[in-house]
């Protein structure tokens, strides 16, 4: 696991809760050496500090996202704002985190997404041209790949798993992402990105649609 901070009190304190979680830690200070780390060994995750010096937090998740699509990232801010969380999320974290913060909720947010990483199901969900095969991890669109992210793909596995059913945001906050209570603009991004890799027209999506004043619904091709 790599954690970039250039922060030596919080890296410190951060690998001290991994490691005593099970994980092997490297930690590192900047930018450009987090980018070298990850290409030299590849992470199972990054937790990531947006604050950084030249190469600011943002730009290193494009880079790693660029590298590695499937490669899980939790982004640490000091911004509170809402707008600087969703522009993080909108980069392609996966989860955050708004410092000051509970190491021991950074421990269950990593066990979290990894343990996403790793579902025991061994299944191919299909809606025509748009198949997901959750053992690999893996989604196409008209034989294509797509480049999900950890959370993109366990939402779209989640709603071709249940076509047809209105969710709300607080429901899929629940049962895709584990929490119980957040920021519920998490899942506004996460399904706006979803859409601009899913479907022909995001701004008139065919699949994944807009219940106003209630949620979000997976139409499978055809209809439910």
Same mark, same amino acid.
């Given at each position: 696991?790599?954690?970039?901070?250039?922060?030596?009190?919080?890296? $410190?304190?951060?690998?001290?809760?991994?490691?005593?979680?099970?994980?092997?830690?490297?930690?590192?200070?900047?930018?450009? @050496?987090?980018?070298?780390?990850?290409?030299?060994?590849?992470?199972?995750?990054?937790?990531?500090? /947006?604050?950084?010096? $030249?190469?600011?937090? #943002?730009?290193?998740?494009?880079?790693? *996202?660029?590298?590695?699509?499937?490669?899980?990232?939790?982004?640490?801010?000091?911004?509170?704002?809402?707008?600087? /969380?969703? @522009?993080?999320?909108?980069?392609?974290? $996966?989860?955050?985190?708004?410092?000051?913060?509970? +190491?021991?909720?950074?421990?269950? %947010?990593? *066990?979290?997404? #990894?343990? %996403?990483? %790793? !579902?025991?199901?061994?299944?191919?969900?299909?809606?025509? $041209?748009?198949?997901?095969?959750?053992?690999? /991890?893996?989604?196409?669109?008209?034989?294509? !790949?797509? !480049?999900?992210?950890? *959370?993109?793909?366990?939402?779209?596995?989640?709603?071709?798993?249940? !076509?047809? *059913?209105?969710?709300?945001?607080?429901?899929?906050?629940?049962?895709?992402?584990?929490?119980?209570?957040?920021?519920?603009?998490?899942?506004?991004?996460?399904?706006?990105?979803? /859409?601009?890799?899913?479907?022909?027209?995001?701004?008139? +999506?065919?699949?994944?649609? @807009?219940?106003?004043?209630?949620?979000?619904?997976?139409?499978?091709?055809?209809?439910?």
């Amino acid at each position: 696991m790599l954690v970039v901070d250039d922060d030596p009190t919080v890296s $410190d304190v951060v690998r001290r809760y991994l490691e005593q979680d099970g994980h092997r830690v490297r930690l590192v200070g900047d930018g450009p @050496t987090a980018l070298a780390a990850a290409r030299a060994e590849p992470p199972d995750l990054v937790v990531l500090d /947006r604050m950084l010096g $030249d190469l600011d937090g #943002l730009e290193v998740c494009r880079r790693l *996202r660029a590298r590695s699509p499937r490669l899980p990232v939790i982004m640490l801010t000091a911004l509170s704002e809402e707008a600087d /969380r969703v @522009t993080g999320l909108e980069t392609g974290a $996966d989860d955050y985190l708004t410092k000051p913060f509970s +190491p021991r909720e950074l421990v269950l %947010r990593v *066990r979290s997404v #990894l343990r %996403r990483t %790793r !579902p025991p199901a061994d299944e191919v969900l299909c809606d025509g $041209d748009l198949v997901a095969d959750t053992a690999r /991890r893996t989604a196409t669109l008209g034989g294509r !790949p797509l !480049p999900l992210t950890v *959370r993109e793909f366990d939402l779209l596995e989640f709603f071709l798993s249940h !076509p047809g *059913r209105t969710w709300s945001r607080a429901q899929l906050l629940d049962r895709v992402w584990g929490w119980r209570f957040g920021d519920q603009s998490t899942v506004t991004v996460h399904v706006r990105r979803l /859409r601009e890799k899913v479907e022909a027209d995001p701004a008139a +999506p065919a699949r994944l649609l @807009t219940v106003w004043g209630v949620g979000y619904r997976y139409e499978a091709a055809g209809g439910a």
